[in-house]
């Protein structure tokens, strides 16, 4: 499943989990909750709908704020997570309601944001 | 039984005959007979909203109309006058015909004439007979209950309900007049002034203005000294009074707006009680223009104007020059459907009450339009500022901006161009490079302003810096005179030493047009994050390190505020390009924007 990174991979949000079981994706959520074995994580996106992570290795560091994923989807609708990025809140806040409406826009749009 | 102040519902009526009566200086008022079949009264006054019917001769004689508001005035000399609010044309006289039964003159007093059942019952059912008996064309004495039975009541109960048993007799504000000491008007205050405090040769004084209003007319009443003080703690913004005895004078139209001749001064034996029963007065009227509208309105007229609050800034104060005083005052910026935004200037109290979080809707009537900075508004001390009123305007308002996304994604051009970098973005007026050339900015007589997102792709390191005068303020070019010394021409002196000013020319560009741009001191220290002395010393010692500084200075991209100018140097004009501020990019705000722009492009689409 390495393969996830070198194939181009879409941006989602929770809603568009069911469209793209089995694909691989890049989504990007806050995190809500962390389970207590460190193998799954509990992500809101913009909307604030809540989607389950699950990791290849179980977490070996407390992580909090927003992460981006990218992985693949599986059959119930979760993620399969291959990697993942924390990003830097310090300097200024990440608007993910921001983000998410740039999100509804790439996908109303293909024609000008194709996914390879 | 509508003169003895019985709440009649709806009556209908026949009209006998209309006449205008001349006002002097305004609209001309009709009197009307009215007849209800039995008798007639000619003490009918239309109301002037109402005046177009008799004018486009709808309401004219033998017409039936049916009344759906009216009031009653007590006149001092003991007549009673019903006021015409509001009616229907039930029939238009052509379909009448005639005069519906004989009706005599109705004299205040008289016996009975008709012995029917209670008038209280009569008013609602008779429009339902009214209408069965007209379709036959009238004869005499339908079988429809009079409203003026009960006769034998006696003229003596006023109309108005007054407390305290006064025997206000309520006359029209346009009947004011100096001529008539006692007199008793109800009226609502549509504009309460500020306490204002003077001293002169003659000694000190106060006083505080208020604007009243009621069918008739509008008038203004002044307070002074100790009226001042008595009445403007009771005096309360769009409540109803009955005001009573007072002076009147003419009015001296330096100082007001007010449509009237006359104006009224309160004395010792003024009275003002508050009145329940004031639905029938207008509440404050608004003449709205559109923001956009503004830029076309002269300066110094006065309008009224509605908007959201956008942002709004913090109080400061400023000292009057003039009296040396110091006055509070706030910019507040408003924003209607239009898209434009326009900067109110409050001041004084009001200045500092004002909250404007929550982004209200905020109607100012009687703002003062100056031509500072293209167009803003100025509140003055005849102006009332209402913070979300209760109006329709005010409810589209809020309404359109909450709920229609369009509202709150507006990019709106500022007409009072505020410079200098506003805390909000809103005022700036954001362009791609593409379409700042393509708008041909900078050609007109005047520089135009515009800030941009771009990125830096070439510096010029030749000829970045130059050798400027030392002194604070100036920053012209020194000469050389080889002897250790430095010459500036403007000062007229002569340094052994120079301050190194930068003058960087850059080369910016966004996704479509790249454009060559200036920048002085501040703005390319900014950019190549070095201040300009430690940037002279590198290029004359570490030339290397030099170019490292220029190399790491690339491909950064910056939000620029532009200025534009068309110049003339030696014969040959050209467009010059002058970076006034650099700042990074806030991603919020330009994703925001471009968010917006996207949404709207594809609703154009």
Redesign the interface.
Known sequence: MEDVHEVPRKRIATGHLAQHIGKPVCFVGRVEKIHPTGKFLVLSDGEGKHTTVELSEPLDEEISGVLEVVGRVTNQATIMCMSYVQFREDK?PF?LE?YN??LK?IH??PEYFPFG | AIMQGENVSKPVLQVINTRAIATGNGPPRYRVLMSDGVNTLSSFMLATQLNSLVEEERLSAQCICQVNRFIVNSLKDGRRVVILMDLDVLKTADKVGGNIGNPVPYNEGQGQQRSSAPAANAAPSKPQQQNGNLSAAGPAAPKYHAPSNQFGKASAPSSVKTPGGSQAKVVPIASLNPYQSKWTICARVTQKGQIRTWSNSRGEGKLFSIELVDESGEIRATAFNDQADKFFPLIELNKVYYFTKGNLKTANKQYTAVKNDYEITFTSETSVVPCDDAQHLPSVQFEFVSISDLENTPKDSIVDVIGICKSYEDVTKITVKANNREVSKRNVHLMDTSGKLVTATLWGNEAEQFDGSRQPVIAIKGARVSDFGGRSLSVMSSSTVFINPDSPEAFKLRGWYEFDSEGQLLECASISDVRGGPASGANTNWKTLFEAKSENLGQGDKADYFSCVGTVVHLRKENCMYQACPSQDCNKKVIDQQNGLYRCEKCDREFPNFKYRMMLLVTIADCLEYQWVTCFQESAEFILGQNAAFLGELKEKNEQAFEEVFQNANFNTYEFRIRVKLETYNDESRIKATAMDVKPVN??EY??RL?AS??RN?QLG
């Open positions: 200024s608007d921001l409406e740039a826009i109303e749009f | 991603y919020r994703s925001k968010i996207i949404r594809a």
